[in-house]
């Protein structure tokens, strides 16, 4: 199937700790990736995106890096707090158009 | 300013049956997607609409069919109904036209059960 992977399915990480959240793609030609968060019985809220010309984006407490030599995307959420509670999707374009590609997701937890 | 809503929030069915999902785009939009995301998984692509024609299709059966209307919203449906086709049904939207680099907006989704 289509191969946009997380490594690690879940991730606890105690309030005011960063976190980071890593994820592989295997088309080489995918020119833009967003991070998606999921909150239980919603659809998925854009966090940041970044494209291929770029290898790092930052926004509020949030950081996205591209490494596209490996195939890889992570993003970093400093001072996480409980409300940073959810599933995160890394998608990717392969193009034309706004085809996504969503990885299985990562459940992260934040320990209060 | 509305996001991207759908109708209904939940739905049974029997196997066999057949299914209507509804989705309004966010406004401002024209380009609507169709995801299918089963429990414990990343959404996967069914299809998008755009000027009323189906633009892209990913790894779905033709028992999966799409309507655009002028206003742009958009209908999913699914027949001859499958246990397997239980799943939250996501429609996204994205900003005028079909381009690169438009991230996709996504609806609360409608969760279908069928049994």
């Known amino acids: 199937g289509e191969s946009v992977g997380l490594h690690l399915p879940t991730l606890s990480v105690q309030e005011g700790d960063n976190s980071i959240i890593n994820c592989a793609y295997s088309?080489?030609?995918?020119?833009?990736f967003i991070w998606y968060k999921q909150e239980s019985g919603k659809g998925p809220q854009f966090i940041i995106d970044?494209?291929?010309?770029?290898d790092k984006r930052q926004g509020q407490r949030v950081t996205v890096l591209l490494n596209k030599t490996v195939k890889h995307l992570s993003l970093q959420i400093a001072a996480t707090q409980p409300g940073d509670s959810a599933v995160y999707f890394c998608?990717?374009?392969?193009?034309?158009?706004?085809?996504?590609?969503f990885g299985t997701g990562t459940s992260l937890t934040v320990i209060p | 300013d509305a996001g991207v809503t759908q109708s209904p929030t939940h739905l049974i069915k029997t196997r066999g049956q057949q299914v209507t999902l509804r989705c309004s785009p966010k406004?401002?939009?024209?380009?609507v997607s169709w995801y299918q995301q089963a429990l414990g998984q990343g959404p996967q692509f069914i299809f998008q609409?755009?000027?009323?024609?189906?633009?892209q299709r990913g790894n779905f059966p033709d028992r999966f069919s799409g309507h655009q209307f002028p206003n742009y919203s958009s209908e999913l449906n699914v027949n001859a109904l499958l246990l397997g086709d239980s799943a939250l049904y996501l429609c996204?939207?994205?900003?005028?036209?079909?381009?690169?680099?438009?991230?996709?907006?996504f609806g609360n989704g409608t969760r279908l059960t069928v049994t």
């Open positions: 088309n080489s030609a995918s020119d833009y």
């Open positions: 996204a939207s994205t900003l005028a036209g079909v381009k690169y680099n438009s991230p996709l907006h």
């Open positions: 406004s401002g939009h024209d380009t």
């Open positions: 970044i494209r291929s010309n770029m």
């Open positions: 998608a990717e374009n392969r193009g034309p158009g706004n085809q996504f590609y």
């Open positions: 609409y755009y000027e009323e024609e189906e633009r």
